[in-house]
């Protein structure tokens, strides 16, 4: 039998009466590469949240492989927004990057020589091996950024959680993070949110738009009404000068 | 110092305040990575409903403060449990209810009434053998939970959401760790005061999280900051014949307000 990766099944959310999520469904393949693109406070991070099961919706339901979010912890990679870190917590880059092994350890236990060696090679990866004993506070911006990447491969994930991964690092290190994903995308599915739609790039595979409700397109791009749809300004964002391949002429629908 | 500790009442005080200090430099640094200063002072504050529960209906004052403070701490946690910043106005309406039922309890209470001092300050100078046991057994608890469960405590109090995602069980952590902190209310109000359990909770914790590589390192620090405090306070105390828990928080806050200069100069020198 077929399996998702990810499977939501007419999911509700809200906040203190407040309608964030409304009527969502949403089949993602195995091995996608989907960007969730969607306006600030368009419900996209809740969207993911509720995916990895740290937010449980108010109707509908979510599968990861086929179960719930909480039964396959150790398929799961998650890099959150950089935004809400305690940058005086006193732990090691190393320790920090260890953590991403949680969804394999047991309770009760302490990490295992292989979770170590798991941790070494996810911060070799991302190039941060040498900066393993450092404060996490004292990192810049791109190199946490780094970090909270090498915890999430640290796990050895079948499906990868993004949020707005390359909100803070360089271009550089952002042409070589794509390049990199679409490399670990041959066996692991990827989901990329962002409000940026600049993370569309070749590599990605599908698109979701956000707003409320969601829209989803089996192709990298991004058709008109699903502009109207998440953005009440589209113009403005099409004058970021974006790829033009990523916008179709609504003709085409 | 030396010809202090012929009298057993000192011997008995240092005892307590250096077990005491195991279980502050503990769940002190769990207290301010998580940021619950707030909550942990509700917890020490409300636990005086205890005394006065235990006077009216005459349990036992450590039955009455850790049964009350255990169900404060319960419901502080339930209350705090998904939203931590938003609800410090329970918090505090909590902290005052506790404090005004004590009162009120010991008021009402025929005969003897009990002094509202002793348990804010505390008596370290009475603590007797059982109490020393006591708080033996409650150091040897907290901190095999805390051993046993370090690499959980450790990823929600780094980052409580990715720690959820990984599948460990946040909320029943948070329940456990402010039960852990209700613990050390019981295990040492009496001694040395819930005034002194939340500077001792605080205060040493907050200095060594600057000197800190790790958690685990801070809370070897905390503790070794907090006896210091312990043994200088009661030192000086003996010396000069004043209160003794009042002096340990003076030499506690000393330290909390002259400590940004070393670390100063620790920053210059590297």
């Not at chain 1, 990861?64 to 396959?72: A, L, S, W, Y």
């Not at chain 1, 996810?122 to 090498?150: C, D, P, Y």
């Not at chain 1, 690092?169 to 993070?177: A, G, I, S």
Request: aromatic share 10%.
């Amino acid at each position: 039998m077929h399996t998702w990766a990810v499977e939501i099944q007419d999911l509700w959310f809200s906040y203190n009466d407040h309608q964030v999520l409304q009527e969502v469904n949403l089949n993602i393949a195995e091995k996608a590469f989907l960007a969730i693109l969607g306006p600030n406070g368009s419900g996209k991070t809740t969207l993911l949240k509720l995916m990895l099961g740290v937010l449980k919706p108010d109707r509908g339901w979510v599968r990861i492989f086929g179960q719930e979010p909480h039964k396959v912890v150790h398929k799961i990679g998650y890099v959150p927004q950089d935004t809400n870190i305690n940058k005086s917590f006193p732990i090691s880059v190393f320790d920090a990057t260890l953590m991403g092994r949680l969804g394999h350890a047991k309770r009760a236990r302490r990490y295992s020589a292989h979770d170590r060696a798991m941790a070494q090679k996810a911060l070799e990866t991302v190039g941060m091996w040498e900066q393993r004993k450092r404060h996490i506070g004292k990192l810049s911006g791109g190199q946490r950024q780094r970090v909270f990447i090498a915890r999430a491969l640290a796990g050895d994930p079948d499906i990868l959680f993004m949020d707005e991964p390359t909100a803070s690092v360089d271009r550089e290190f952002q042409t070589e993070l794509y390049e990199f994903l679409r490399k670990l995308n041959e066996s692991v599915t990827i989901l990329v949110v962002s409000h940026d739609l600049s993370v569309l790039s070749s590599y990605i595979k599908s698109v979701a738009c956000v707003n409320q409700k969601l829209f989803y397109h089996d192709a990298a791009e991004i058709t008109s009404e699903m502009l109207d749809m998440a953005y009440h300004c589209p113009v403005e964002l099409v004058a970021h000068g974006l790829p033009h391949r990523v916008l179709r002429d609504h003709e085409d629908d | 110092m030396i010809e202090v500790l012929q009298f057993e009442f000192m011997r008995n005080a240092l005892y307590a305040g250096l077990l005491a200090s195991v279980a502050c430099g503990i769940i002190g640094t769990l207290v301010v990575v998580n940021r619950i200063v707030f909550i942990s002072g509700g917890i020490a504050h409300a636990a005086y409903g205890g005394v006065g529960i235990a006077f009216y209906f005459g349990l036992a004052p450590l039955v009455g403060i850790g049964g009350f403070s255990l169900v404060i701490a319960a419901i502080m946690a339930a209350v705090t449990v998904n939203s931590r910043h938003r609800s410090d106005t329970v918090i505090g309406a909590l902290w005052a209810f506790g404090m005004a039922l004590g009162v009120l309890l010991i008021d009402i209470t025929p005969g003897y009434n009990v002094d509202l001092m002793s348990y804010l300050f505390g008596s370290i100078l009475t603590v007797s053998k059982s109490d020393l046991l006591l708080m033996l057994i409650l150091d040897l608890v907290i901190l095999a939970a805390v051993i046993l469960f370090y690499k959980d405590f450790l990823a929600i109090s780094f980052d409580e959401e990715f720690a959820t995602a990984m599948g460990v069980p946040a909320k029943v952590l948070h329940f456990a760790l402010l039960a852990m902190i209700a613990l050390v209310v019981v295990m040492i109000v009496r001694v040395v005061g819930l005034i002194l359990v939340i500077a001792l909770l605080s205060i040493p914790a907050y200095i060594s999280e600057k000197y800190s590589e790790s958690m685990r390192s801070m809370m070897i620090l905390s503790i070794m900051f907090s006896c210091l405090f312990v043994m200088m306070g009661l030192w000086l105390a003996y010396s000069f014949n004043i209160t003794s828990g009042a002096t340990i928080i003076m030499v506690a806050a000393a330290f909390f307000f002259i400590h940004p200069l070393f670390a100063r100069l620790a920053d210059k020198k590297q």
